[in-house]
């Protein structure tokens, strides 16, 4: 049964710096990996979508890596604001999708 | 403006007491599904529906139904709701999965509905 960890589950930095989220999965038959965000009270919004056969994904500040053979992906945000504090959530799919619990992040003006 | 809507947002209720929450999107999607959220846990899903007529168990299905009696809409109901059913509640929707498995677009997901069953 596929396992998604996300590490940290909770990262607080100073605005303006580059930051890393991780997420690890068990099992590497998947067919994409998705990063969302989750604000207070709201629904997930899709940030980056990567393919099995891609190895990463750009959408402005935010990069995307994956890494199927080794289970890991990771989401890099660059020159970090406050706007970016939220919870960031991994997703891979397969038959279903499955999702890491989430790491919640603090960017301090 | 396409989205998922879910009603209601905000629910209190009482052990036993049968609920429906509503789920209906406007893009047309065949696949929709409903998830359940909370803390450590990430989000785990209760139900999916490829199409009309067609519905499936997720991972936690135990004490859910569901229908899709329409493309648009995807409700979820408890029957006799139980505490162990406090969690928030999101609903799912997105074009149908492709030839070699999953959609390649993203779901789009609803504004959740947080339960507390006391």
């Known amino acids: 049964k596929q396992e998604v960890t996300q590490i940290p589950a909770a990262l607080s930095v100073p605005e303006g710096e580059n930051l890393v989220l991780n997420c690890s999965f068990t099992d590497s038959a998947i067919y994409n990996l998705q990063w969302f965000r989750q604000d207070p009270g709201k629904g997930l919004t899709s940030l980056l979508l990567i393919q099995s056969s891609q190895r990463e994904q750009t959408s402005g500040r935010l990069n995307a890596s994956l890494d199927k053979s080794s289970g890991r992906s990771t989401l890099y945000i660059a020159a970090s604001q406050p706007g970016d504090s939220a919870t960031y959530l991994c997703a891979v799919t397969l038959n279903d999708m499955r999702f890491g619990a989430g790491t919640r992040l603090t960017v301090k003006p | 403006e396409a989205q998922v809507t879910q009603n209601p947002r905000y629910l209190i209720t009482v052990t036993g007491k049968k609920l429906t929450v509503t789920c209906s999107q406007n893009?047309?999607?065949?696949?929709m599904s409903w998830y359940r959220q909370d803390p450590g846990l990430g989000l785990r899903q209760i139900y999916y529906?490829?199409?009309?007529?067609?519905?499936d168990k997720g991972d936690v299905p135990e004490g859910y139904k569901v229908s899709r009696k329409e493309k648009r809409n995807f409700p979820l109901i408890l029957e006799s709701p139980s505490p162990n059913q406090t969690s928030l509640y999101f609903c799912?929707?997105?074009?149908?999965?492709?030839?070699?498995?999953?959609?390649?677009?993203?779901?789009?997901f609803g504004p959740g509905t947080r339960l507390t069953v006391l």
């Open positions: 529906s490829m199409n009309v007529e067609v519905t």
């Open positions: 799912a929707s997105s074009p149908l999965p492709t030839s070699e498995g999953y959609s390649t677009d993203t779901q789009y």
């Open positions: 893009m047309n999607h065949e696949y």
